[in-house]
């Protein structure tokens, strides 16, 4: 996850990095100044999101947005899982403990 305009910019100069390219470069393919590049990969928050965008899509970097409804829905459920598991597990054991008492 990405926090701020530095985690932002530490990723850009990451990808950037290992796909072997220059500021310039990446500038050039992502119709930015290099300037522009510069100031993104130090983190500065002055950084237009819509040119910082194409620049992590030209360098590969992509973003996943997530549906809070459905991480709330899934929290639930992973929470009706843990329950359900901790339930079995009772079960299990108190089975196990009947069998030792009976030999």
């Not at 950037?16 to 928050?45: C, H, P, S, W, Y």
């Not at 194409?54 to 899982?81: N, Q, Y």
């Amino acid at each position: 996850m990405i926090r701020n305009a530095g985690e932002f910019g530490e990723m850009v100069r990451k990808a950037r990095t290992r796909a072997g390219m220059t500021q310039r470069e990446l500038a050039m393919i992502a119709n930015v100044g290099e300037r522009f590049i510069v100031d993104l990969e130090k983190g500065k928050g002055t950084s237009q999101l819509d040119k910082a965008l194409t620049v992590a899509d030209r360098i590969g970097v992509s973003f996943i947005a997530f549906d809070s409804e459905a991480t709330l829905r899934e929290k639930e459920t992973k929470k009706s899982e843990s329950l359900q598991n901790k339930k079995n597990s009772k079960v299990i054991s108190s089975f196990r403990q009947s069998r030792i008492r009976k030999f």
